[in-house]
């Protein structure tokens, strides 16, 4: 990914560095758990599929995907 991406990420989260297991589990979500190929991350009667750990911040694109998948909303996300 490129940095000014990963810049662009972290001035639109509000985050010095993104990291998805921290803030859904800020968000009441378990986990993460190990699945098929990717982990997963439970709330209640929702799982979320999470990306593979990587050393870099992941695209807008995905992080999209996976707020759908888990029913928040962007300004529910900033906030956490």
Known sequence: ???ILSEYLAAAL??????PV???RVLGFDGPYSGGRHQFMVRGEVTVRI???HHSDIGRELLSRILR???I????????
């Open 1 to 3: 990914m490129s940095a």
């Open 14 to 19: 509000g985050k010095a560095h993104y990291d």
């Open 22 to 24: 921290r803030t859904l």
């Open 51 to 53: 990306p593979n750990p």
């Open 69 to 71: 998948q888990a029913g």
């Open 73 to 80: 909303d962007r300004g529910e996300w900033e906030k956490a």
